[in-house]
T-cell receptor
Framework: DAGVIQSPRHEVTEMGQEVTLRCKPI?????LFWYRQTMMRGLELLIY????????DSGMPEDRFSAKMPNASFSTLKIQPSEPRDSAVYFC??????????????FGPGTRLTVT | DQQVKQNSPSLSVQEGRISILNCDYT??????FLWYKKYPAEGPTFLISISSIKDKNEDGRFTVFLNKSAKHLSLHIVPSQPGDSAVYFCAAPNSGGSNYKLTFGKGTLLTVNP
């Protein structure tokens, strides 16, 4: 089975540009999470969805960040306008709420974003 | 406010010896804990977990110990292998209801030397 798919794997953009990161969760998973990893802050949750509905976006740093999940197999994280401090690795993860595995999240390979 | 803390940023051990990675937490409501392993340029992958009703969970070379009174858990790897070299994160879900949000520690880089 395919795991969580993220695209692009690497993104280099100039300050002020719009950036869109994409994620395809594992089929059948009803939770989707967006994380950001930086040296300073580690792995931090930005937002998560349940059945395509945003449940908790308290980790979204500011209004420049937005996330959508139009259907069960696709989600986007958009940064507009981007700033150098947004440079990080962004991970998407998904999980299924069945049984003891409910807490186990499956991560994608990440998108390394560099804003110059 | 870090609710899950991994105070050792790195650990180096010899192949064949035991690796012990530590994690402390502050939220006494946490009742389930997970360890993830991360290789460079990959996403974290689930390794092992433990419920607060247990004090030990073992899976092959990996054992997690939980000390609730000390709010401390540890991951033991015996024997350590060079392929175990990775960053290890401990994590805990927010308690209660259907909240599946995980809080991660900052990770410990384990290097196993041949």
């Amino acid at each position: 089975d395919a795991g969580v798919i993220q695209s692009p794997r690497h993104e280099v953009t100039e300050m002020g540009q719009e950036v869109t990161l994409r994620c395809k969760p594992i089929s059948g998973h009803d939770y989707l999470f967006w994380y950001r990893q930086t040296m300073m802050r580690g792995l931090e949750l930005l937002i998560y969805f349940n059945n395509n509905v945003p449940i908790d976006d308290s980790g979204m740093p500011e209004d420049r960040f937005s996330a959508k999940m139009p259907n069960a197999s696709f989600s986007t994280l958009k940064i507009q306008p981007s700033e150098p401090r947004d440079s990080a690795v962004y991970f998407c993860a998904s999980s299924s709420r069945s049984g003891w595995g409910a807490y186990e999240q499956y991560f994608g390979p990440g998108t390394r974003l560099t804003v110059t | 406010d870090q609710q899950v803390k991994q105070n050792s940023p790195s650990l180096s051990v010899q192949e064949g010896r035991i690796s012990i990675l530590n994690c402390d937490y502050t939220n006494s409501m946490f009742d389930y804990f997970l360890w993830y392993k991360k290789y460079p340029a990959e996403g974290p992958t689930f390794l092992i977990s433990i419920s607060s009703i247990k004090d030990k969970n073992e899976d092959g070379r990996f054992t997690v110990f939980l000390n609730k009174s000390a709010k401390h858990l540890s991951l033991h790897i015996v024997p350590s292998q060079p392929g175990d070299s990775a960053v290890y994160f401990c994590a805990a879900p927010n308690s209660g209801g259907s909240n599946y949000k995980l809080t991660f520690g900052k990770g410990t880089l384990l290097t196993v030397n041949p």
